[in-house]
T-cell receptor, first 114, second 113 residues
Framework: KAGVTQTPRYLIKTRGQQVTLSCSPI?????VSWYQQTPGQGLQFLFE???????NKGNFPGRFSGRQFSNSRSEMNVSTLELGDSALYLC?????????????FGPGTRLTVL | SQKIEQNSEALNIQEGKTATLTCNYT??????LQWYRQDPGRGPVFLLL?????KEKRKERLKVTFDTTLKQSLFHITASQPADSATYLC????????????FGKGTKLSVIP
């Protein structure tokens, strides 16, 4: 089975712009979670989707949004980018989500905001 | 919500020794706890999952313990090798009925030849 893929791998944007990141989960996995990782804060949960429904949302401002399509592929969008949004954005998939499922992570998208 | 502390940001050990990493959680008592390995610039990779009714779990040179009384998990790597150098993360659910995994900030392990 192919692993989790994320596109693009690297992105450079300027403040005020918006960005869309894409994640394709492992075939058959219906849960997709998104995380932001920075050196100071570590891995922070953004949101989790299952069968096109957002089941959990982390403590991020409304500028961060996401969605999931019927084929389980997911996108996350960040509007009005700020310098502090520079981070590695990781998505992870699992069959059903929850603490008893291991998460399969993608390689991440490195976002730099100038 | 759940809070996880991995009390060593970095740990240096000599090759061949046993590395022991600590993960403490507060608030919610999870039914499961997971450990991941992360190499620089890459996504975390799942290593082990331990259930609350399992005191210990092993996989090759890895061993994880789960003490619900102490609210603590220990992660051991025996006969450590330089290739084991990486950041190790523990994770649990953030609360009952949640699908949100909360991660610790990780412990960066360096195995010195």
């Amino acid at each position: 089975k192919a692993g989790v893929t994320q596109t693009p791998r690297y992105l450079i944007k300027t403040r005020g712009q918006q960005v869309t990141l894409s994640c394709s989960p492992i075939s058959g996995h219906r849960s997709v979670s998104w995380y932001q990782q920075t050196p100071g804060q570590g891995l922070q949960f953004l949101f989790e989707y299952f069968s096109e429904t957002q089941r959990n949302k982390g403590n991020f401002p409304g500028r961060f949004s996401g969605r999931q399509f019927s084929n389980s592929r997911s996108e996350m969008n960040v509007s009005t980018l700020e310098l502090g949004d520079s981070a590695l954005y990781l998505c992870a998939s699992s069959p059903t989500g929850g603490g008893y499922n291991e998460q399969f992570f993608g390689p991440g998208t490195r976002l730099t905001v100038l | 919500s759940q809070k996880i502390e991995q009390n060593s940001e970095a740990l240096n050990i000599q090759e061949g020794k046993t590395a022991t990493l600590t993960c403490n959680y507060t608030n919610y008592s999870p039914a499961y706890l997971q450990w991941y390995r992360q190499d620089p610039g890459r996504g975390p990779v799942f290593l082990l999952l331990i259930r609350e009714n399992e005191k210990e779990k092993r996989k090759e040179r890895l061993k994880v313990t789960f003490d619900t009384t102490l609210k603590q998990s220990l992660f051991h790597i025996t006969a450590s090798q330089p290739a084991d150098s990486a950041t190790y993360l523990c994770a649990t659910l953030s609360g009952a009925g949640s699908y949100q995994l909360t991660f610790g900030k990780g412990t960066k392990l360096s195995v010195i030849p």
